[in-house]
T-cell receptor
């Protein structure tokens, strides 16, 4: 069983379109994250949710909107896609409770987004 | 100055060699130090973590933290071709804080 899964794995779309990426974790973790990894492999956090509540919201254009329907799912919707949005987007989860730190993060396989 | 600096490599070493990977950082509040390994076209996976200063060993891997110099290292002994990957250092200030990643060092172990 895949611990953290993302769909789709690849996404090719045109500028101006709206797209969504879905993430699910079956680890029973409380905290989930979205990261962006650019072409230079720099991995940067975008959002973090703990038990469906937004706790980290980095400086990200408001075209990006995360949604957490329950603590096992965290989706990312992107409006009006731009060329600069091309990157690999990773979902991750961590236990996030007091006994264990957020440093122990489990990453999904990534969604490779290409905007043309 | 970036919060976390890491030489992107690539670093190529022969099989069996000892590999040394390093990061420097500027934020003295960092207390949790991690190394993640990322194979090509995969998500990062946690390799090791250390709290505050000191050494930690796990099999062929040793993580070192020198907070006075703001310098962390990962040593890989008896390197194998399967160790070829990108190694990302990562840090956070608090248990529940966001993680700041280095840009990663690409490592190639030559058979």
């Amino acid at each position: 069983d895949t611990a953290v899964s993302q769909t789709p794995k690849y996404l090719v779309t045109q500028m101006g379109n709206d797209k969504s990426i879905k993430c699910e974790q079956n680890l029973g973790h409380d905290t989930m994250y979205w990261y962006k990894q650019d072409s230079k492999k720099f991995l940067k956090i975008m959002f973090s949710y703990n038990n469906k509540e937004l706790i980290i919201n980095e400086t990200v254009p408001n075209r990006f909107s995360p949604k957490s329907p329950d603590k096992a799912h965290l989706n990312l919707h992107i409006n009006s896609l731009e060329l600069g949005d091309s990157a690999v987007y990773f979902c991750a989860s961590s236990p996030g409770n007091q006994a264990r730190s957020s440093y122990e993060q489990y990453f999904g396989p990534g969604t490779r987004l290409t905007v043309t | 100055q970036k919060e976390v600096e890491q030489d992107p490599g690539p670093l190529s070493v022969p099989e069996g060699a000892i590999v040394s990977l390093n990061c420097t950082y500027s934020n003295s509040a960092f207390q949790y130090f991690m190394w993640y390994r990322q194979y090509s076209r995969k998500g990062p996976e946690l390799l090791m973590y250390t709290y505050s200063s000191g050494n930690k060993e796990d099999g062929r891997f040793t993580a070192q933290v020198d907070k006075s110099s703001k310098y962390i290292s990962l040593f890989i002994r008896d390197s194998q071709p399967s160790d070829s990957a990108t190694y990302l250092c990562a840090m956070s200030a608090r248990r529940d804080d966001k993680i700041i990643f280095g840009k990663g060092t690409r490592l190639h172990i030559l058979p």
